[in-house]
């Protein structure tokens, strides 16, 4: 559980509050998890996992009625269901003519399905990613004392389900780079460039007036920010 979801916050920008539960429960889940894994070129490795969790009271978003009005709350919106499949791969690239280097692979797709408390159909839990994935290559040059590598990191849009409005956060794809030199056997330089293309961030929100499954949509709105690349110089030293 998180400390957050026991008191009432507020938030100025999208102008929404959500209430505490003093009532919430931890979920418990029954998982099921069956893993495959097949190692080759010494480093090589091929895993592939599959998750199935059966969760009891589990945790969303659930309208609570006060004095003051109808808020949104976390809650225990009873049972739910989440399955997992998991692709990893490590693959040595010396064979295929790049010494020292290494490609990583991982890739998630994920399905959740609960009961909506607002309007009882089945729908997504809210906060999950349906999927996600990310690579990352580097290479070991001994003879130069440096190793250099790049990174990419792909998503799928967070679905959040509130009592009067729905909303997606998506961030675009990025990518990263880093060279490291060891100058000296006690100092190590480091070069990263985050983001390198720039990315986006979208959020999509369609807010109803009042409960989303008897009252109509008043305001659809779509923000969007755009963040730049930066750059990081690390020195590490070793001392003693």
């Not at 919430?24 to 091929?46: D, I, M, N, S, T």
């Not at 809650?75 to 490590?90: H, P, S, W, Y």
């Not at 008043?218 to 070793?238: D, I, K, N, S, W």
Request: hydrophobic residues 40%; negative net charge.
């Amino acid at each position: 559980l998180d400390f957050g979801d026991f008191i009432t916050s507020a938030s100025l920008d999208t102008g929404q509050v959500s209430a505490g539960n003093a009532e919430l429960r931890p979920a418990a889940k029954w998982v099921v998890e069956g893993v495959y894994e097949r190692r080759f070129w010494g480093e090589g490795a091929l895993t592939l996992t599959l998750i199935h969790e059966a969760i009891e009271d589990a945790l969303d978003r659930v309208p609570v009625t006060s004095s003051s009005g109808v808020f949104d709350a976390p809650g225990n919106i009873g049972d739910a269901e989440r399955r997992l499949a998991q692709v990893r791969l490590a693959l040595p690239l010396g064979r295929l003519g790049i010494e020292g280097g290494l490609l990583k692979t991982f890739a998630e797709w994920a399905h959740t399905e609960a009961a909506d408390p607002t309007t009882g159909e089945r729908r997504r839990m809210s906060g999950y990613n349906p999927f996600e994935a990310e690579a990352e290559f580097t290479q070991d040059l001994p003879a130069q004392r440096m190793k250099w590598g790049v990174s990419a990191f792909f998503g799928s849009p967070y679905r959040y389900y509130r009592f009067d409005q729905t909303s997606e956060e998506l961030t675009e794809p990025w990518w990263s780079a880093f060279a490291e030199w060891k100058a000296r056997p006690d100092l190590v330089v480091k070069l990263q460039v985050e983001n390198i293309t720039g990315r986006g961030y979208r959020l999509d929100r369609v807010l109803h007036d009042g409960p989303r499954d008897v009252s109509p949509v008043v305001l659809t709105e779509t923000r969007r920010q755009a963040f730049g690349p930066y750059v990081a110089l690390r020195l590490r030293r070793t001392f003693g």
